[in-house]
């Protein structure tokens, strides 16, 4: 019954390889989000969606590319991968109450180029 | 600009002892502040969050305070115990109401020694 999950959780890939991330929420939110967590722990968002529509779409090179088939998925794809994009990525969800977002994460993608 | 500042980087204290992490915001829109623990390897899990019409906010040994005029936040942990010893961030909305966009602050290493 986890409420927010990731696909796959550690990836190993080669420079210039194109991979998936994939997440599902089974909470019923509205809004999805894609964050990044480098190597100092720094927590930055990178995407979010509200009900299939891109919503936040912060600084990110456009090799990263969100896709959200439905509310309760948001994948991110990542073209030609650089040594730089090794970091853990996490989903995270969360449903407006009140003017608030209280976000849940998945339990994260660790990402590993080499 | 949106910026979220979390001090100090790293605290060191004795079992038993309080400890206490700062947090300072500059979206003066900002309505909600939130508390994540961090276990190495793990998500990013909610501990308590406070909204901008509340001063504090406590949940047994923890704690949280919101000076919306300062444009700080801090966490409070009492009676603190060696499993307390994780990573927090604090975070704060930013970017207007952009679908709960939050700015994480860098994070402190709470280290609780028996």
């Known amino acids: 019954d986890t409420a927010v999950s990731q696909t796959p959780k550690y990836l190993v890939t080669q420079m210039g390889n194109d991979k998936s991330i994939k997440c599902e929420q089974n909470l019923g939110h509205d809004t999805m989000y894609w964050y990044k967590q480098d190597s100092k722990k720094f927590l930055k968002i990178m995407f979010s969606y509200n009900n299939k529509e891109l919503i936040i779409n912060e600084t990110v090179p456009n090799r990263f590319s969100p896709k959200s088939p439905d509310k309760a998925h948001l994948n991110l794809h990542i073209n030609s991968l650089e040594l730089g994009d090794s970091a853990v990525y996490f989903c995270a969800s969360s449903q407006e109450r009140w003017l608030v977002y209280e976000q849940y994460f998945g339990p994260g993608t660790r990402l590993t180029v080499t | 600009g949106e910026n979220v500042e979390q001090h100090p980087s790293t605290l060191s204290v004795q079992e038993g002892d309080s400890a206490v992490i700062k947090c300072t915001y500059s979206d003066s829109a900002s309505n909600y502040f939130p508390w994540y623990k961090q276990e190495l390897g793990k998500r990013p899990q909610l501990i308590i969050d406070i909204r901008s019409n509340v001063g504090e906010k406590k949940d047994q040994r923890i ?28 975070a704060a909305p930013t970017g207007g109401t952009s679908y709960g966009k939050l700015t994480f602050g860098q994070g402190t290493i709470l280290t609780v020694h028996p």
């Not at chain 2, 949280?64 to 990573?87: C, G, M, R």
């Open chain 2, 63 to 90: 704690a949280v305070t919101l000076n919306k005029t300062a444009k700080h936040f801090s966490l409070h942990i009492t009676e603190t115990q060696p499993e307390d010893s994780v990573v927090y961030f604090c």
